[in-house]
């Protein structure tokens, strides 16, 4: 309070202020709070005193009565407490005034010091409590962290409860849907329980798997989505949407099924790669994103959880997305696409091929690299083009292998509708009854281009280059700013998307490609693909437009020359409606023969020695340049690669060349840069044809170079056709005739014989199944044999009903798989390459087993899923593995025969007709196709031959008893393959493959016992025979008696007991 009071009443502070503070003495104890609060020690009393007077002095005037009074009164207070005062008369001395103002100097001063040392003091406990608090406050914000984190934790871990809860729902969803869809599969077609032909599936379309020498002949089934108004009336079917079976099981579902599991997939392993990239497949180019992972690849399209796809087979086109594992991978190459150098192209080792394209030559070498820096332990060391062509020049390899191997290292791809393989149009004779293959005049000029076999059309051609040529003269003159392009002969070209469509219009999904490509309508009548006549008379000298050579689908499929399905092309002008295509009269309206015949004519001796001349043009140094100029060989720069389009900046003609490029073509990548070496024989010099699954490169080891024999004279398949090629093997006409070169008896019955790539025979007890693992193909110069990777004896029967294998010989079996008891297995079948095993049961289910090699197991197999095929209603009696085609064979006591898909692990269909149940079944390596024979009413044995796709080809009756079939296995186009028939008598009957007419009978008069199995060896050289006894006999040709005979390996019953 003194301290209050001395400050208010300093003569610094305001007059105003000073004199509030007199209103002290209206309190009536102010004497005792003055003598309480003044302390002697700060000397509060003087300091008031002097400061009282000093505003009596200086301030009388300005201060009212009551204000002079007040100040009066607090003197008199001040001397009652003991301070003196200077009255306010007292003279004003110089001296004293003097000492007044010393005085208040100095109070003035010590009040500044106090300040100052007060100010210090608080700021020091303002700081002393500030740091206090500070770390009070990180106390709290370290013990709030702790609990925000804690909470954030917690939260966390709620939420990763929800997100797995929500995963989980999501994969037992998925998993569920997996499980319907393949119950669906399994169960709803026409030899199953939920059968409804209302909604299965009747159209088919081309299967895209790949077979031996990449034909594809295998046709899947489909839901046809094309509108009623392009099909034939008596052909038209509910306008209603196809729902497939069951639909209702999926109609809530938002998400891909098929993008949905690989990219489940794809989440439960690590990702150590990824590029985006575009899916090249001919119906579509589906953006999307590649992964690499630890044991596989994955590739999953944009949005795919947007759009749901409806239950396989789900229309005409395969899913967008879709995985595969490193161990598939057989082959990778860099592509071409849209005449950029930024793709790569796929192959697997189940015949099916990815071509991804991605946004530079960077982007794809990275990804090149990442592949082929992976364990790929199935990788296929493809030959070069040298080694390949030493091999076509010797006759070692058909023109048709030739000519697909050149395409595949050319970049042509079966996925780019604009890359598509191109193969050459052969004969210019399609109006004769008959045909000479030997003759050279009915042969197109292999040496100049489909468009100028005739002069008349090559002298326009050369005109109109002369006149391109002077126009871009004159535009690179006059400076023209939209030059000409650079001169050529045609501005149309041999191979592009509108070429592939017109050939394949009638075979899905190709069928609304077409329809796609031309605005949602057919091409004129007159102008659909309808007559081979008319197609080459266009292409080689009627149009100056049409230049098409043909796809290789001319050589091996003759489905794609049939309307099946019934689209109405329409009515030409001469009125005739166009449906199948027409065929040459020599064919006899017959598609199949067609086909074998002009495979047949590919290889022969004409075209063998001429065309290279064509490989000069297409893939060699005619392509381009001066020599293709000479050649009248050069098509639209646009067609050609390095045409940089980014490098246009002028966008209307950017875009008017990205249209060129994507529909003009594309002129294959070159291969030789001289002109190619001719053909040195007329003759493939090989007699046999190791089996097609294990590829081109194993198949090169097992051909020799032979002497030519003298020709004899023999009857030719087809009496109207000239110059056809019966081929090499045992029994052809036109070999020597066989003789029995080997003969053991074994004193049990076989219940196979099994021909292997080595040249081994097998010959296995009726309950044995061999399994094999074969090491993977080398390379054309390393490869001189097929080694055996592992190799084991199956057996069943046993009655616990446990399959046992024996891989030593010193070893007892161990137990591999226990199988049910429900189905007591019955036969057996193993798939080497992708190693599967088939077991059918007694009541009629066939169970599928997926495995993979291992050493950590005893068996060295272990099975890794399984899944039942349902068909049959009785025993399976018997099950054949076809693997070139992908496909298994199973016949049943109920009489039915069915194929099965070997990829999908699906039904395909069945083969009907018979009258009783199928006794023996084989197929065609080359082919697929499948003899089937069955009891005839009458006595003896019918048999049936049918297309890998189940058509019907012909059946033809034996009076003996057919117990066993096999095909010879000579390559296409240079022999008519056969089935060989083991009869009741001991007899083996040939006949022909193509018309099923018996061509020789192979007779042995030592022994007149039922063949109960028999198999070509790979190479064809000996036919081998086991009859009832357990004798087995071997035929060889009599000119080929001091040939090395196979190794014969017999695993009868008593094997598995040791």
């Known amino acids: 309070m003194g301290r209050l009071l001395v400050h208010v009443l300093s003569p610094a502070r305001p007059l105003e202020e000073r004199r509030q503070a007199l209103d002290i003495v209206h309190e009536p104890s102010h004497p005792e709070i003055l003598r309480e609060c003044l302390s002697p020690s700060l000397e509060h009393g003087p300091k008031l005193a002097l400061y009282i007077y000093e505003m009596l002095r200086n301030h009388r005037e300005q201060l009212s009565k009551e204000d002079q009074t007040a100040v009066s009164i607090f003197m008199t207070s001040l001397k009652l407490c003991g301070h003196k005062c200077i009255p306010p008369s007292a003279p004003t001395k110089p001296d004293l005034v003097k000492a007044i103002l010393e005085e208040q100097k100095k109070f003035e001063s010590e009040g500044k010091m106090n300040k100052a040392a007060w100010e210090k003091k608080i700021k020091n406990s303002q700081q002393s409590l500030i740091q206090r608090l500070d770390s009070k406050s990180k106390d709290i914000s370290k013990i709030a962290a702790d609990i925000t984190q804690n909470v954030s934790l917690r939260q966390g871990m709620e939420r990763k409860k929800v997100i797995q809860h929500i995963r989980g729902m999501y994969k037992i969803d998925l998993s569920a849907s997996r499980y319907w869809q393949e119950l669906v599969q399994q169960l709803t077609h026409d030899r199953a329980v939920w059968y409804n032909p209302s909604s299965y599936p009747t159209s ?46 999926f109609e809530d579902k938002t998400h891909s099924y098929f993008s949905s599991t690989v990219k489940d997939k794809a989440t439960s392993e690590h990702i150590r790669f990824t590029r985006r990239c575009i899916n090249v497949a001919p119906s579509r180019e589906t953006p999307g994103e590649l992964l690499l992972g630890k044991s596989g690849m994955y590739f999953v399209e944009d949005n795919a959880t947007d759009t749901y796809d409806n239950p396989s087979p789900s229309g005409e086109t395969e899913p967008a997305s879709f995985s595969w594992t490193y161990e598939e991978i057989k082959e990778v190459h860099k592509r071409w696409w849209q005449l950029r150098d930024n793709a790569v192209e796929i192959f697997l080792t189940n015949g099916r091929t990815l071509l991804l394209a991605f946004d530079n030559i960077k982007a794809r070498d990275d990804v090149y690299h990442n592949i082929l820096t992976s364990n790929l332990p199935n990788l296929l060391e493809y030959g070069n083009i040298t080694a390949l062509t030493h091999l076509w020049c010797s006759a070692q390899i058909t023109n048709f292998e030739y000519l697909t191997h050149l395409n595949k290292h050319a970049g042509r791809s079966f996925n780019d509708l604009m890359q ?33 076999q005739s002069k008349e059309k090559e002298d326009r051609y050369v ?43 009638r075979m899905p999904p190709f069928t609304k490609m077409f329809l796609a490509y031309q605005d949602q309508s057919f091409d004129i009548p007159d102008r659909t693909f309808h007559s081979m006549n008319t197609t080459w008379r266009l292409s080689s000298y009627e149009s100056m437009t049409d230049v098409k050579e043909l796809i290789p689908e001319f050589f091996y499929l003759p489905e794609f020359l049939v309307n099946r399905e019934g689209f109405d092309f329409g009515v030409r002008q001469n009125g005739e409606r166009v449906n199948h295509v027409n065929l040459p009269p020599w064919a006899r309206n017959d598609p199949r023969l067609f086909i074998l015949i002009h495979r047949q004519a590919l290889e022969s001796d004409q075209v063998s020695q001429t065309l290279c001349q064509w490989i000069d043009l297409v893939f060699g140094h005619k392509q381009k340049g001066k020599a293709a100029v000479s050649a009248i060989n050069v098509f639209h720069p646009a067609t050609y690669f390095g045409m940089d389009v980014s490098a246009v900046e002028d966008p209307v003609q950017r875009r008017a060349l990205e249209t060129m490029i994507k529909t003009y073509g594309q002129t294959p990548r070159q291969l030789f840069n001289a002109a190619h070496l001719s053909r040195a024989g007329s003759r493939l010099t090989i007699d046999g044809e190791l089996p097609a699954a294990m590829g081109i490169l194993v198949q090169f080891a097992f051909r020799e170079t032979k002497d030519h024999v003298k020709e004899v004279v023999y009857p030719s398949p087809l009496p109207w056709i000239k110059g056809l090629k019966w081929g090499e093997y045992v029994g052809s006409p036109s070999a020597p005739d066989p003789i029995v070169c080997f003969s053991q008896p074994h004193g049990e019955r076989f219940g196979s014989l099994l021909a292997l790539p080595t040249r081994a025979i097998c010959g296995l007890s009726r309950k044995f199944c061999l399994m094999m693992i074969y090491s993977k193909e080398q390379g054309v110069r390393s490869m001189h044999s097929t080694d055996i990777q592992w190799s084991a004896i199956l057996s069943w029967g046993y009655a616990d009903n446990i399959l046992r294998l024996k891989s030593k010989q010193s070893e007892p079996p161990v137990n591999f798989i226990q199988c049910s008891q429900l189905f007591q297995v019955t036969s057996c079948a193993w798939v080497p390459d992708s190693c599967q095993l088939f077991t059918g049961s007694e009541c009629g289910v066939i169970t599928a087993y997926n495995s993979r090699f291992t050493s950590s197991t005893p068996s060295e197999v272990e099975v890794e899923s399984q899944v039942y095929l349902y068909g049959h209603s009785g025993e399976v009696t018997s099950l054949f593995v076809c693997k070139p085609y992908s496909i298994l064979i199973s016949v ?64 033809v009756h034996c009076r003996e008893i057919i117990c066993s079939v096999a095909f010879s296995n000579q390559p296409e186009g240079v022999s008519v393959n056969v089935i060989a028939g083991g009869l009741e008598n001991g007899v083996v009957r040939l006949w022909s493959t193509w018309d099923l007419k018996p061509v020789r009978e192979i007779t042995f008069p030592k022994s007149n016992r039922p063949i109960v199995s028999l198999t070509y060896s790979c190479d064809g050289h000996h036919l081998y025979t086991a009859n009832s006894e357990g004798t087995v006999i071997a035929w060889c040709r009599r000119d080929q008696q001091k040939m090395k005979l196979p190794m014969f390996y017999s695993f009868l019953s008593s094997y598995a007991a040791g």
Not at 431 to 451: C, G, Q
Not at 484 to 505: A, E, I, M, R
Not at 950 to 955: K, P, S
């Open 420 to 452: 598509y393989p191109v193969f050459p149009f052969i004969l210019r004779d399609y109006t004769n009854e008959t045909l000479d293959l030997s003759e050279p005049s009915i042969y197109r000029n292999l040496s100049k281009p489909i468009a100028v």
């Open 463 to 505: 005109d109109n280059y002369k006149y391109l040529e002077e126009e871009y003269r004159k535009g690179i003159r006059e400076d023209d700013p939209m030059p000409p392009v650079q001169p050529y002969h045609y501005g149309s070209h041999y191979s592009n998307s509108g070429t592939v469509l017109h050939f394949l219009v």
């Open 204 to 249: 088919w379309q081309l299967d895209p798997t790949e077979g031996p020498n990449r034909e594809r002949r295998r046709l899947q089934r489909c839901y046809l989505t094309i509108p009623n108004k392009y099909l034939l009336k008596d052909r038209q079917k509910p306008e209603e949407p196809f729902k497939p079976p069951l639909s209702y099981l």
């Open 892 to 955: 049943s006591k109920d009489g039915s025969c069915i194929i099965w898909d070997l990829n999908r692990l699906c039904y395909v269909q069945s083969l009907t007709g018979h009258k009783s149940p199928v006794s023996a079944v084989s197929a065609s390596e080359t082919t697929g196709d499948i003899a089937t024979v069955c009891d005839s009413v009458g006595g003896g044995s019918d048999l049936r031959l049918w297309t890998v796709n189940g058509d019907l080809i012909g059946h």
